[in-house]
């Protein structure tokens, strides 16, 4: 339920009804906005609650929230969610521009391309240090070492860092670190992790499952918001079907439905959303021209060479090309990049 304050509501008569959602036992998410304040009411609701709530003085009225997910539907927040983190600015206006390795390999590796991806426009590096990977043969990451290479990156070009937190331990650790926790799509679904970036100061960048619904992101997102973490950015970063031409489908209608349905910035992953880097350039272009409020590639400095997803990952030279082109298609709509 929402509990819509009338435009005059003062101050205690907003703190008296967030006193009033907490005794009937459901957390209140409080969204100042520019034309009025809204109490989200959420929680198991008892008989009469709707009732109890709408005669609270400085109560315009108290509607139901229709949508499964709550604090990040858009019947609770109507204005964008703007997420800035460090350097990093993504929602509303701005397109932010996250580029980087798969993985951090070496600080030669993770510097050059810093710098590259700051020249070009670039306003996040991305790197993973704690690497997911479908075999335990595969090269796992190179843990905090890793970490303290991003770190210099941050220290020599300002740019903010994104990198993935896998396990909910690493929560502690990570954070030092980082700028934004990235919840990888193997993880989307694991409900402590979710809930321990809710409870931390960092901002995340949540990935959806290959085989998750919409609304199963969405979902997860809420777990992060009800923990009182509101900097989140959902990521569609493409989903398995039956197609075998590219690693998985990227449905770039993802981008219009969740402006649709919630406030929070959604970010496109072309990388691994085809999984070859001739087809990311256009894909990043697309995502744009639908509306994305941000978008994460691979980038690397010999792709060749690449400890993991070289295949997927541009070279410097189709990096600044692709960076060329999405800033013209960005200004073409009216968006800052
Ligand atoms: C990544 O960003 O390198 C990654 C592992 O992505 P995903 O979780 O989307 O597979
Ligand atoms: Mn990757």
Redesign the pocket.
Known sequence: MIVVMKSNASKNQIDHMITQVEGLGLKAHVIIGAERTVIAAVGIKRDGTKESLAIGDGVAEVVAISAPYKVASLEVKEERTVVKAGSLQVGATHVGMIAGP??VESEQQILQTAKLVKAAGGTAL?G?AF???TSPYSFQGMKEEGLELLAAARSETGLAIVT?VVATDDVPLVSRYADVL???????QNYRLLEAVGNCERAVLL??G?SATIDELLLAAEYILDRGNTNVML?E??IRTFETHTRFTLPLATVPYLHQKTHLPVVI?P??GTGHSFLVPDMAAAAIAAGADGL?V?VHPDPEKAF??GYQSLSFDLFTNMMEQCRKIAHAVGREF
């Open positions: 798969c993985c991305r993973g690497k997911p990977r993935e990235q919840i990888g799509a193997r993880n989307m990935k959806r290959p990521c970063r493409g992953d990388s691994h994460i691979e993991s997803d």
